[in-house]
């Protein structure tokens, strides 16, 4: 039974990458995926309340990160170039948003459980 919960709530969250979903399915999906890492991660009230806050903060902003797209010129090459160079600039302010919020996830988390945290959302995304 809590294996099938597990898995019900996994695939709940592999729904928040689908880009077809009404951002507030994908918010949902998001807060279920939390609650999943915070009781892998064996979460106690507060730091769980704050840790699920937390990582749906993270995974909006992270969103809206992701979500810039480049203006298309017509020209293969000038397009190429500017994708490539704003790949670069998104993974720049991906980094730099994960080093911030592991900062956040540290006061109130240990290392080890951001770590599960991450591992934890490799495999979703792995899944999906």
Do not use: C, W
């Given at each position: 039974?809590?294996?099938?919960?597990?898995?019900?709530?996994?695939?709940?969250?592999?729904?928040?990458?689908?880009?077809?979903?009404?951002?507030?399915?994908?918010?949902?999906?998001?807060?279920?995926?939390?609650?999943?890492?915070?009781?892998?991660?064996?979460?106690?009230?507060?730091?769980?309340?704050?840790?699920?806050?937390?990582?749906?903060?993270?995974?909006k902003?992270?969103?809206?990160?992701?979500?810039?797209?480049?203006?298309?010129?017509?020209?293969?090459?000038?397009?190429a170039?500017?994708?490539?160079?704003?790949?670069?600039?998104?993974?720049?302010?991906?980094?730099?948003?994960?080093?911030?919020?592991?900062e956040?996830?540290?006061?109130?988390?240990?290392?080890?459980?951001?770590?599960?945290?991450?591992?934890?959302?490799?495999?979703?995304?792995?899944?999906?």
């Amino acid at each position: 039974m809590k294996r099938l919960l597990i898995i019900l709530v996994s695939l709940l969250g592999l729904t928040a990458l689908l880009p077809a979903q009404a951002p507030s399915q994908r918010m949902k999906a998001v807060h279920m995926t939390a609650v999943r890492i915070a009781d892998h991660i064996g979460l106690q009230e507060p730091a769980r309340a704050e840790f699920i806050q937390l990582y749906q903060a993270f995974k909006k902003e992270s969103a809206t990160l992701l979500g810039d797209k480049a203006a298309v010129t017509g020209d293969a090459e000038k397009d190429a170039e500017a994708k490539i160079h704003g790949d670069f600039a998104k993974s720049e302010k991906l980094l730099a948003l994960r080093k911030a919020y592991y900062e956040k996830f540290r006061k109130i988390l240990k290392p080890s459980q951001i770590q599960a945290m991450y591992d934890l959302e490799k495999e979703f995304n792995a899944r999906k």
